[in-house]
């Protein structure tokens, strides 16, 4: 079982900046990642894309978070960052993790269990 842990979150004023990373590690087991991306949910929401990030380094963004948030990676601790500078209260919400496997389990999807990000205004 692949395991994966989000950290970064915490409590920031609106305009402010939090970086968020995320690991996917596996005791005892070889494996490796594909895609990985982040996903929120805010209060009473449903969970919603924010970013992905292949392998390769080809990304995507929703629309609101363009411009703003960037999503990077290093395959060698596969580990994924999310940069989030000019923060808005509508960016507070649960972030969550995703990572794909690549191999020996194509597409099993792993989710973390979470990270809290709260804007204040």
């Known amino acids: 079982q692949v395991q994966v842990v989000e950290s970064g979150g915490g409590l920031v004023q609106a305009g402010g900046s939090l970086r968020l990373s995320c690991t996917a590690s596996?005791?005892?087991?070889?494996?490796?990642?594909?895609?990985m991306g982040w996903y929120r949910q805010g209060p009473g929401n449903q969970r919603d894309f924010v970013a992905t990030?292949?392998?390769?380094?080809?990304?995507n963004y929703t629309d609101s978070v363009k411009d703003r948030f960037t999503i990077s990676r290093d395959n060698t601790k596969n580990t994924v960052y999310l940069q989030m500078n000019s923060l808005k209260s509508e960016d507070t919400a649960v972030y969550y993790c995703?990572?794909?496997?690549?191999?020996?389990?194509?597409?099993?999807?792993?989710w973390g269990q979470g990270t809290q990000v709260t804007v204040s205004s």
């Open positions: 995703k990572a794909i496997e690549e191999w020996p389990r194509p597409s099993y999807q792993y």
């Open positions: 596996a005791s005892g087991r070889i494996f490796a990642i594909g895609a």
């Open positions: 990030i292949t392998r390769g380094g080809s990304t």
